[in-house]
C-alpha cells in the first residue's frame, strides 16, 4: 500500500507570503491530486498531476515522478486560502490514499 | 449537474442504532467512492463502485457496513448497530472513466454516536 506523507502539518503565514507545502509517497502512481478542505467538511480538487507543473492563478502544483515527490505551492498568500491541503495518489483505478493534510492559516 | 450531493449533511444516532446516508453522484460519473474521515487525518478508504459493481471493500468496512449502488446511479452506505467509533465525516466522491478522470467530493455526512 502507499504510503503518504506530508509536511509540514501545520503551517502559519502573514498575509503576501509564499508558501510551500510538500508531499512524498512511496510506491509508484498514475497520478496525484491537491485537494482542498474547508472547515464543514467539503473537499475541493485543486490539481491532478501526472508529470511536470500546473497553475491556477495563485496555485502552482509540481512533480518529480522519480523522487515520488510533489509540492504544492501558494504565491502571495491570503486569508481565505487558510484550509486543510490534501496531497493524495493513484496508480491506474485504485483508490484514492491520501496524506494527513497540512492545515493552513494565513493571517491579516 | 450540481456536483456529489450527500445527504443527510449531520446525523446524530444513539449506539445500537442503525444510519442510513446517501450519495448522489454527477450523471456521467460511472465510479463512486466512500470515505471515512475523523478528526485531523485524512481520508480512509472504504469501498468503491463501478457503475452498480462494488468492486472493492477495505478491511475498514466490518459487516455492520454494507453499501449499495442499485442501477449504478445514487448510493447509500448503511450502518448497523452503530458504535461511538463510527462517529466521522463520511464522504463520497464520483469520478468517469473517460475525459479528465478528476474526483468530485460531496459535502459530506458528519455522524456522531452519542
Known amino acids: 500500500k502507499n504510503e503518504v506523507e506530508q509536511s509540514p502539518q501545520n503551517l502559519t503565514a502573514q498575509e503576501g507570503e509564499f508558501i510551500t507545502i510538500n508531499c512524498s509517497y512511496s510506491?509508484?502512481?498514475?497520478?496525484l491530486h491537491w485537494l482542498q478542505q474547508h472547515p464543514g467538511g467539503g473537499i475541493v480538487s485543486l490539481f491532478m498531476l501526472s508529470s511536470g507543473k500546473k497553475k491556477h492563478g495563485r496555485l502552482i502544483a509540481t512533480i518529480n515522478i522519480q523522487e515520488k515527490h510533489s509540492s504544492l505551492h501558494i504565491t502571495a498568500s491570503h486569508p481565505r486560502d487558510s484550509a486543510v491541503y490534501i496531497c493524495a495518489v493513484t496508480a491506474g483505478n485504485t483508490p484514492l490514499v491520501f496524506g494527513k493534510g497540512t492545515r493552513l492559516s494565513v493571517i491579516a | 449537474d450540481t456536483g456529489v450531493s450527500q445527504n443527510p449533511r449531520h446525523k446524530i444516532t444513539k449506539r445500537g442504532q442503525n444510519v442510513t446516508f446517501r450519495c448522489d453522484p454527477i450523471?456521467?460519473?460511472?465510479?463512486l467512492y466512500w470515505y471515512r474521515q475523523t478528526l485531523g487525518q485524512g481520508p480512509e478508504f472504504l469501498t468503491y463502485?463501478?457503475?452498480?459493481?462494488?468492486?472493492?471493500k477495505s478491511r475498514l468496512l466490518s459487516d455492520r457496513f454494507s453499501a449499495e449502488r442499485p442501477k449504478g446511479s445514487f448510493s447509500t452506505l448503511e450502518i448497523q448497530r452503530t458504535e461511538q467509533g463510527d462517529s466521522a465525516m463520511y464522504l463520497c466522491?464520483?469520478?468517469?472513466?473517460?475525459?479528465?478522470?478528476?474526483?468530485?467530493f460531496g459535502s459530506g455526512t458528519r455522524l456522531t454516536v452519542v
Open positions: 450523471s456521467e460519473h460511472n465510479r
Open positions: 466522491a464520483s469520478r468517469s472513466d473517460w475525459g479528465d478522470y478528476g474526483y468530485t
Open positions: 463502485f463501478q457503475n452498480e459493481a462494488q468492486l472493492e
Open positions: 510506491v509508484g502512481i498514475s497520478a
